[in-house]
């Protein structure tokens, strides 16, 4: 689906290679929308490729920090996980490729709920969190039917272990096992040539 077809959603970051030529940032619109999406709830956001929704997700911590997760997970580890690390290469193949990567979100979090409780004798008002992956799982069901029903099947980001290995596999990456050893097509390597990286 493309991201013009959504309603109610905003652009609040795009990616770019950064100068050392070997890592990524997003760039956030503004600070204001920066802090915004620095709040610690439960929020909606979106990966969108050339204008095509590429990744639904849901968080229960800032917007601003799920993403950094995706950025700065260039090698594998136990965390954050094989998502994040599988995530990070294929964004920074798009790029290469000049294709433009943006970060969306709902405008607004997911607003916690009241709640009455009777707590040692006494009622009292809870504010209490709401589950974000019924929201999360709502959004990626109609998008899917979107597409379904447009005939169209577009690649994306929303996979799980096995499959975004074959992704990786088919943009010609491969596993990234250790720091030095960052986001390379296969059978290449980075060295490090004074400050600078070169894929040989």
């Known amino acids: 689906m493309k991201i013009t077809e959504v309603k109610g959603i905003v652009k609040i970051a795009y990616a770019t290679v950064d100068s050392d030529l070997v890592n990524w940032s997003w760039n956030y619109i503004n600070d204001e929308i920066k802090l915004k999406y620095s709040k610690k709830s439960a929020w909606i956001y979106f990966i969108v490729v050339d204008g095509i929704i590429r990744k639904v997700g849901g968080t229960g911590m800032a ?24 995530t990070n290469p294929i964004i920074f193949k798009y790029l290469q490729d000049n294709k433009q990567v943006t970060l969306y979100s709902v405008p607004e979090h997911i607003k916690p709920i009241s709640v009455k409780a009777i707590i040692n004798g006494s009622e009292r008002t809870l504010n209490v969190n709401v589950d974000f992956r019924p929201f999360e799982k709502l959004w990626r069901e109609d998008i899917e039917k979107f597409n379904l029903e447009n005939n169209r099947v577009d690649e994306d980001l929303n996979l799980d272990g096995k499959s975004l290995q074959i992704t ?21 390597k980075y060295i490090q040539q004074g400050k600078k990286w070169v894929l040989v």
């Open 168 to 188: 990786l596999s088919n943009m010609g990456l491969k596993e990234v096992h250790i720091r030095d050893n960052k986001r390379i097509p296969e059978g290449k």
């Open 63 to 86: 917007v601003v920090d799920r993403a950094r997760f995706y950025q700065s997970a260039n090698y594998w580890t136990d965390k954050p996980g094989y998502c994040n690390a599988a």
